[in-house]
């Protein structure tokens, strides 16, 4: 047995911190191939559409998406999927909708045939694969996801339990994926969320629980550059006013659920005074969610906005802002009349449009947002109407 169940979970804790960003994933495949005593590890995601489903695998091209490698090879990456994918020889069992599937290359050829084939003669040897083992499965519509651990011919093919190790790794890769992207299509929408906000003059910070600074837009930055009552120290938003830092501090507290049993409905408000005798600031605090991905160090968040009441600055129309979300126009009037309405009927009234329709755009809306709550949504389009 190549793997005991300590080793194992370490593998799978890499795995999702891989997802995350915090190591990389050749680091990651090695650890993989190294525990399973194989001598290359592979991982892909290629395009290959629902729509080839009626295709013969021999006709279909996949296109790849990402590629990790335990090893740097050099093309072979390239190599497959500009030709020997055509030979390879999974490929006439590998269906475009197949449910997470395993296989093996002794079940599927003769391991004396394919030691002459040119797959492995000009292709495979090169990784020292001989004794392959896959698992793929569909990861969206249009993705296919492909791992697999291969041994070199001094070799032998992995056990029954190295395959149940094997294919439970698998699955828990599908979802680490699922992880990355979603954490990748997130900082996308935040990005545009933050130069949204600084579109009409709001600083804005993401900030954990103890103040500290995950994310912030340029305004942001300038702002505390200037140090007029608003500063990042150790990475912590600070008020300099005792006061305006208790404040703050319990805002933190009760919109991310400490302290009280029930969480406040609007963002608090917070006037800061500034030394350079300027009027004050108006901080807002609001929850929003930013889910905790393995290790990542980031729990609960809050978006922190500043306005200055002696800088006026607007887009050029409310639409720009829209556009920035990535929202329809339809989509934006119903994202700017929840903020505002109290409940999904008053907005359906207010719009003269049906609920289900206000629902249905809700829905997407929070979707391309990469959000779940109103309070979510009030965050990022404060004072909008």
Same mark, same amino acid.
């Given at each position: 047995?190549?793997?005991?169940?300590?080793?194992?979970?370490?593998?799978?804790d890499q795995v999702y911190r891989a997802s995350?960003?915090? @190591?990389?994933?050749?680091?990651?495949?090695?650890?993989?191939?190294?525990?399973?005593?194989?001598?290359?590890?592979?991982?892909?995601?290629?395009?290959?559409?629902?729509?080839q489903i009626r295709q013969s695998p021999?006709? @279909?091209?996949?296109?790849?998406?990402?590629?990790?490698?335990?090893?740097?090879?050099?093309?072979?990456?390239?190599?497959?999927?500009?030709?020997?994918?055509?030979?390879?020889?999974?490929?006439?069992?590998?269906?475009?909708?197949?449910? !997470?599937?395993?296989?093996?290359? +002794?079940?599927?050829?003769?391991?004396?045939?394919?030691?002459?084939?040119?797959?492995?003669?000009?292709?495979?040897? &090169?990784?020292?694969?001989?004794?392959?083992?896959?698992?793929? #499965?569909?990861?969206?519509?249009?993705?296919?996801?492909?791992? /697999?651990?291969?041994?070199?011919?001094?070799?032998?093919? =992995?056990?029954?339990?190295?395959?149940?190790?094997?294919?439970?790794?698998?699955? +828990?890769?599908? &979802?680490?994926?699922?992880?990355? &992207?979603?954490?990748?299509?997130?900082?996308?929408?935040?990005?545009?969320?933050?130069?949204?906000?600084?579109?009409?003059?709001? #600083?804005?910070?993401? %900030?954990?629980?103890?103040?500290?600074?995950?994310?912030?837009?340029?305004?942001?930055?300038?702002?505390? %550059? =200037?140090?007029?009552?608003?500063?990042?120290?150790?990475?912590?938003?600070?008020?300099?006013?005792?006061?305006?830092?208790?404040?703050?501090?319990?805002?933190?507290?009760?919109?991310?659920?400490?302290?009280?049993?029930?969480?406040?409905?609007?963002?608090? %408000?917070?006037?800061? /005074?500034? !030394?350079?005798?300027?009027?004050?600031? =108006?901080?807002?605090?609001?929850?929003?969610?930013?889910?905790?991905?393995?290790?990542?160090?980031?729990?609960?968040?809050?978006?922190?906005?500043?306005?200055?009441?002696? %800088?006026?600055?607007?887009?050029?129309?409310?639409?720009? $802002?829209?556009?920035?979300?990535?929202?329809?126009?339809?989509? $934006?009037?119903?994202?700017?009349?929840?903020?505002?309405?109290?409940?999904?009927?008053?907005?359906?009234?207010?719009?003269?449009?049906?609920?289900?329709?206000?629902?249905?755009?809700?829905?997407?809306?929070?979707?391309? =947002?990469?959000?779940?709550?109103?309070?979510?949504?009030?965050?990022?389009?404060?004072?909008?109407?």
């Open positions: 047995m190549v793997l005991d169940r300590q080793a194992f979970d370490k593998l799978v995350t960003g915090e @190591v990389g994933w050749q680091p990651t495949l090695r650890a993989i191939a190294e525990a399973f005593d194989a001598s290359f590890a592979w991982l892909a995601l290629e395009r290959s559409d629902l729509s021999s006709e @279909v091209n996949p296109e790849p998406v990402a590629v990790h490698m335990s090893a740097d090879l050099s093309d072979l990456a390239e190599l497959y999927f500009k030709h020997y994918h055509r030979l390879d020889p999974f490929r006439p069992q590998m269906q475009l909708a197949c449910a !997470p599937t395993v296989m093996q290359l +002794h079940a599927v050829c003769d391991p004396k045939e394919f030691v002459r084939s040119e797959y492995y003669q000009d292709f495979a040897r &090169r990784a020292d694969s001989f004794h392959l083992t896959r698992f793929s #499965a569909r990861f969206d519509a249009k993705l296919q996801l492909t791992f /697999e651990v291969n041994r070199s011919a001094s070799g032998q093919p =992995l056990n029954e339990t190295e395959l149940e190790r094997f294919e439970s790794l698998s699955n +828990h890769i599908v &979802r680490a994926l699922k992880v990355e &992207r979603h954490i990748t299509q997130m900082g996308a929408t935040m990005d545009a969320a933050f130069d949204a906000l600084e579109q009409i003059g709001r #600083a804005a910070f993401l %900030v954990d629980r103890n103040g500290r600074v995950v994310r912030m837009n340029a305004l942001a930055e300038a702002i505390s %550059v =200037l140090a007029d009552g608003v500063s990042i120290r150790n990475q912590r938003l600070i008020i300099e006013a005792p006061r305006g830092q208790q404040l703050l501090r319990q805002a933190l507290q009760a919109h991310l659920g400490e302290g009280s049993t029930e969480m406040p409905r609007e963002a608090a %408000v917070i006037a800061v /005074e500034r !030394p350079s005798g300027s009027r004050p600031y =108006l901080v807002e605090v609001t929850p929003f969610e930013f889910e905790s991905y393995w290790n990542t160090g980031v729990a609960a968040t809050a978006l922190v906005t500043i306005r200055d009441p002696d %800088v006026t600055l607007r887009p050029k129309t409310t639409r720009n $802002w829209g556009r920035a979300l990535g929202l329809t126009r339809s989509e $934006w009037r119903v994202a700017r009349t929840l903020v505002v309405s109290r409940d999904e009927g008053e907005v359906a009234q207010t719009l003269g449009i049906s609920l289900n329709t206000v629902k249905t755009h809700r829905k997407r809306i929070y979707a391309k =947002l990469g959000i779940h709550r109103r309070a979510e949504l009030s965050a990022m389009l404060p004072g909008t109407g």
